[in-house]
């Protein structure tokens, strides 16, 4: 079982940057492949990156140059790292967590891009 808790998101005007955190419980982390999520309003949970245990990196399109996902062994913690942020990335950012077959959700954090 992995428990995930994330930090790090909120209001943030167009063109500004925030991190967001995600912490996993347990002693695999660094076995783990773990990603981030999003769901705006009124549409599907998608993709935006993800990092595995070897740091293979893949982004959606959408936030490739704007977006780093990166992670820290020592710390159990993969971060999104989010410039140059649009009103289109108003969403619930979910941190994922995949061993084998099985993959672990957090809870979300809102991020809401406005002026």
């Known amino acids: ?61 959408s936030v490739k140059g704007r977006f780093t996902i990166s992670r820290d062994n020592a710390k159990n913690t993969v971060y999104l790292q989010m410039n140059s942020l649009k009103p289109e990335d108003t969403a619930v950012y979910y941190c994922s967590a995949t061993w084998v077959t099985k993959t672990y959700w957090g809870q979300g954090t809102q991020v809401t891009v406005s002026s």
């Open 1 to 61: 079982q992995v428990q995930l808790v994330e930090s790090g998101g909120g209001l943030v005007q167009p063109g500004g940057s925030l991190r967001l955190s995600c912490t996993a419980s347990g002693n695999i982390f660094n076995r783990l492949v773990m990603g981030w999520y999003r769901q705006g309003p009124g549409k599907d949970r998608e993709l935006v990156a993800i990092i595995t245990s070897g740091r293979t990196i893949n982004y959606a399109e």
